[in-house]
């Protein structure tokens, strides 16, 4: 039987343990704002958080290690909104053409941005902050699952129309370059959620009302 003793040493340890993690958690992210990853240094991050480099390397491999650590969740949850809207666009293009998709992309949009923008800072980190590491290329993860399900669309909804309707890929992805670029500052450089509710709203139809115009329907 463990004593009484033993197990408020482990939980004291264990609280330690977690109080570190937080705290270079917590430089990580402030070293990284600043400075991006690459230029930021190691031996500054845990010198903010007020350990050694031994302690860091017990609670993470590398400088990379702790950057993914900060980032990865907000990225999964990213993609969970696409996967999302993805699957409702695609029920409302088969029950009705796409009748409803102008609302469907726009309050998707809008409720996306609202999540990301209340977690602005590791949003910036993930999106403008990440060179160097393997999320650098995040953007063009977003836009290329824009061009897919974009052209996608295009296809069922110009076959159930009868209607013959092309936009050059090259084309098609410069335009979803240009939205999710949109987006992304919206959510960086707003204020305030009404800021961020209204801009991403006007974006939005912007490019949805020119999409209707490019593909005739």
């Known amino acids: 039987m463990i004593s009484k003793e033993k197990v408020g040493r482990v939980m004291a340890d264990l609280n330690g343990y977690e109080l570190t993690h937080k705290k270079?958690?917590?430089?990580?992210?402030?070293?990284f704002l600043k400075d991006g990853y690459e230029r930021a240094n190691l031996r500054k991050i845990c010198k903010d958080a007020g350990v050694t480099t031994g302690a860091f390397y017990r609670h993470f491999n590398d400088k990379e290690d702790l950057f993914i650590s900060l980032v990865d969740p907000l990225a999964k949850e990213l993609l969970?909104?696409?996967?999302?809207?993805?699957e409702e666009s695609f029920q409302?293009?088969?029950?009705?053409?796409?009748?409803?998709?102008?609302k469907i992309n726009i309050e998707g949009s809008i409720e996306s941005a609202l999540y990301m923008f209340s977690k602005k800072d590791l949003f910036n980190l993930l999106i403008y902050k990440s060179y160097g590491t393997k999320y650098d290329n995040f953007i063009e993860l977003l836009v290329e699952k824009e061009d897919i399900n974009?052209?996608?669309?295009?296809?069922i909804i110009s076959k159930k129309k009868n209607i013959k309707s092309e936009v050059p890929k090259n084309a098609m992805h410069l335009l979803n370059h240009a939205y999710i670029n949109a987006l992304c500052e919206i959510i960086i450089h707003s204020q305030t959620e009404e800021e961020v509710k209204l801009n991403t709203r006007i974006v939005s139809k912007f490019f949805y009302d020119g999409w209707e115009k490019?593909?005739?329907?």
């Open 150 to 155: 974009r052209h996608k669309a295009f296809q």
């Open 24 to 31: 270079i958690m917590d430089s990580g992210k402030a070293n």
């Open 214 to 217: 490019l593909r005739g329907f």
């Open 92 to 102: 409302n293009i088969e029950k009705n053409c796409g009748e409803d998709l102008s």
């Open 80 to 86: 969970g909104f696409y996967n999302k809207f993805e």
